[in-house]
């Protein structure tokens, strides 16, 4: 157990909803990172925040968003569902903004129908 | 801009065969270099790491070395075993922003027969 929780586990929405996902960080970790992961793109960084800061961002789209709060956990939006958005979300948190060592939660499965 | 490639999957080995899966990399700077294993239906898992050159990471038998000179971080274990069936992620940090973000290359998957 790595000790980051992410929930829902699976969650199965049809095209143009939104949905949010959740991410719990490893107690005293002030870094979540967010990452997705699909057959055709493999693991891309999405974005990270640092203290409630967004700290840097990757090629995540104009429709996702995200967040973190003062507890620091953090949420990804992900709205205007496409097909195309289905894929493994991964959210990591780590101990500092430049990281030496990130944990992984287990991750959540989104299928777009 | 920084990238990762991995050498191409799958690979299938016998139980207690050698095990090499070839990592290079583009970066600028000093990236630290990591590889996480992925077993399956579960999230990530840091099994090594090195931070600069010449640094050897090791791990559960698993091995890997920073060459700079040949920008390279291979994996290599000694004898596998089944359980060592899994897919293998060879990553980098150290971005130029100073953020901790990381940068994977496509994976390797890894089917150890008995």
């Known amino acids: 157990d790595s000790g980051v929780t992410q929930t829902p586990k699976h969650l199965i929405t049809a095209t143009g909803q939104r949905v949010t996902l959740r991410c719990s960080p490893r107690?005293?970790?002030?870094?979540v990172y967010w990452y997705q992961q699909s057959l055709d793109q493999g693991l891309q960084f999405l974005i990270q925040?640092?203290?409630?800061?967004?700290?840097a961002k990757g090629n995540i789209l104009e429709r996702f968003s995200a967040q973190q709060f003062p507890d620091l956990h953090s949420e990804l939006n992900l709205s205007s569902l496409e097909l195309g958005d289905s894929a493994l979300y991964f959210c990591?948190?780590?101990?500092?903004?430049?990281?030496?060592?990130?944990?992984f939660g287990q991750g959540t499965r989104l299928t777009v129908v | 801009g920084n990238s990762v490639t991995q050498m191409e999957g799958p690979v299938t080995l016998s139980e207690e065969a050698f095990l090499t899966i070839n990592c290079t990399y583009t970066?600028?700077?000093?990236?630290?270099l990591f590889w996480y294993v992925q077993y399956p239906g579960e999230g990530l898992q840091l099994l090594l790491k090195?931070?600069?050159?010449?640094d050897k990471g090791s791990n559960k038998g698993f091995e890997a070395t920073y060459r700079k000179e040949t920008t390279s971080f291979h994996l290599e274990k000694g004898s596998v075993q089944v359980s060592d069936s899994a897919v293998y992620f060879c990553?980098?940090?150290?971005?130029?922003?100073?953020?901790?973000?990381?940068?994977f290359g496509q994976g390797t998957t890894l089917q150890v027969k008995p």
């Open positions: 970066a600028t700077g000093y990236p630290s």
């Open positions: 925040y640092y203290n409630g800061e967004e700290r």
């Open positions: 107690s005293g970790d002030l870094s």
């Open positions: 090195a931070t600069k050159a010449d």
């Open positions: 990553a980098l940090s150290g971005d130029s922003g100073n953020t901790g973000k990381l940068i």
């Open positions: 990591a948190s780590s101990v500092d903004s430049a990281n030496t060592e990130a944990f």
